[in-house]
């Protein structure tokens, strides 16, 4: 029997009517980017629908697999998903294959994050939950070596701290590893939405990639992995977030550049190393988590400069060989910057003997340069988007109620250059509509009449970012 209530089987939620915009929700919105007081109303525990192909249902794998240590970074989380996250793990994970769940605090200033966190683990799960508590805050990659540098099992597999794990999940993320030790595995990231935890698959399968921004990109799936939707494909770059890979081969690459601060860059760098370096980086169709995508970064800068510039400088240098000088043409003054000692880094490649940026772009990524191309072709069209309806109303990208939507707005007065850059959008030659002051593209995130357009990470003009300009006839 299904079981039902309030977000049972990843339905959607809704708050009563009385906290549906109160003060408290409001609040914890602004602190969490991401409805946390409805996020309270629902199990810790709550049951979701399962996302795979029917055909995984019946796959049979390997019976010795290796343990694994599921390692946790989080930041001041909220009570309720970092209990839904470790919930989730602990009952739909086969216990033989888990050695360890291991939760590194970052530092955090909530206080149930400490103690009260502590208590519940110790009366809930002791036996299976480490919890490191880091004096202040160092950032996510800090906080993944830490656990990685005391995990005990054969693979380590890293989470975010608001996901919940799919059904029987985690076998198809260990077989791969099992039969090739230098394989790192991702699973299907799924959508768990932010205003009503609602779980929805975000695609079918994607190849991680990247622009020469170093902006992390999606592209659609090659003819030659299409032809079964549950086998593993081969992906240059991980989102980063979430991945399993052997311990023994973790440490062979180094870790992660210890010198690497906060966030930023690590995915880059973690995949161009297991690509160069003897290894292969796949997904997994029949392995399925939902992520909580927030819906604004609720934390202040944790440093003074532009660290994630200096992440990506060092990778640049290090890895990038001569394609690091289309990264620094993009923002020659965002990348005069000192990226430190980079002589272990260079030592390491050297003595893994590692393949060259060129290999990696001819062999793994060889459509890249198609897909972003370093010189990038002019905009069809830029300016204000206009309403043929009321053609005092132009397209607007909204920030005030701290979570980014497109609304309309009385139009700036000059539309062609927009003096207000949240009425200045550019339609590219990838037939997507980007806003100026922002990385994002506009997206309808469901096909409806009346659908919401959103600001959303821009993709490639693949489905709901893809849009026909008809040029304006002028007698």
């Given amino acids: ?26 609040e914890l919105y602004f602190q969490n980017g991401f409805n946390a007081l409805l996020s309270d109303k629902i199990s810790v525990n709550r049951s979701i629908a399962d996302l795979r192909h029917p055909r995984c249902h019946q796959i049979k794998y390997y019976k010795n697999l290796p343990q694994t240590s599921i390692i946790v ?19 739909r994970t086969p216990a033989h294959l888990l050695k360890e769940i291991i939760l590194v605090d970052d530092g955090s200033l909530k206080p149930f994050l400490k103690q009260p966190l502590d208590d519940y683990f110790s009366k809930n799960l002791k036996h299976l939950v480490r919890i490191i508590h880091q004096p202040e805050r160092n950032g996510l990659i800090t906080a993944r070596l830490t656990g990685a540098k005391i995990a005990k099992g ?16 985690l ?36 190849r991680g990639m990247f622009d020469w921004n170093m902006l992390y990109k999606r592209l659609p799936l090659r003819p030659e992995d299409q032809k079964d939707p549950i086998e593993p494909f081969p992906s240059p770059v991980m989102a980063g977030g979430l991945f399993a890979i052997s311990a023994k081969f ?85 990348y005069a910057i000192d990226t430190g000692d980079l002589s272990k880094m260079k030592q390491l490649r050297k003595t893994l003997k590692c393949k ?6 001819e062999e793994v990524a060889p459509d890249l340069m198609d897909r972003y191309p370093p010189v990038e072709p002019e905009d069809f069209a830029s300016g204000a988007i206009q309403t043929l309806a009321n053609t005092d109303l132009c397209l607007e990208v909204d920030y005030s109620s701290g979570r980014k939507q497109i609304c309309l707005s009385t139009c700036v007065t000059n539309k062609t250059k927009p003096e207000r850059p949240e009425q200045h959008f550019r339609f590219t030659w990838r037939r997507d509509i980007k806003t100026v002051h922002t990385s994002d593209c506009i997206d309808v995130p469901e096909y409806s009449v009346g659908a919401q357009l959103v600001p959303y990470e821009c993709h490639g003009s693949q489905g709901n970012q893809l849009f026909q300009y008809n040029m304006p006839f002028v007698l």
């Fill in 250 to 334: 973790f440490w062979e690459l180094g870790g992660y550049d210890e010198k690497l601060e906060i966030w930023g860059a690590e995915q880059y760098e973690l995949s161009f190393k297991i690509w160069m370096c003897g290894g292969r980086l796949i997904d997994v169709p029949c392995s399925r988590v939902g992520h909580i995508y927030r819906s604004y970064a609720p934390f202040p800068n944790a440093r003074s400069y532009d660290f994630v510039a200096k992440n990506h400088k060092r990778v640049a240098e290090v890895w990038m060989d001569e394609y690091k000088h289309y990264v620094y043409d993009k923002n020659p003054a965002r």
């Fill in 73 to 91: 970074p989080f930041y001041d989380e909220h009570w309720t998903t970092i209990l839904r996250t470790v919930n989730s793990i602990v009952h």
């Fill in 171 to 206: 076998p198809p993320l260990l077989e791969p590893i099992a039969q090739n030790y230098r394989t790192c595995v991702c699973p299907f990231i799924d959508v768990i939405k932010d205003d009503t935890f609602e779980l929805n698959p975000q695609d079918e399968g994607a």
């Fill in 154 to 169: 054969d693979v380590l597999l890293f989470l975010d701290s608001h996901i919940e794990a799919g059904i029987n999940w």
């Fill in 1 to 26: 029997m299904k079981r039902v209530g309030i977000g049972e089987q990843g339905k959607p939620a809704t708050l009563s009517p009385d906290e549906s915009g109160s003060e408290r929700q409001k």
């Fill in 356 to 361: 060259t940026f060129r290999w990696f772009m």
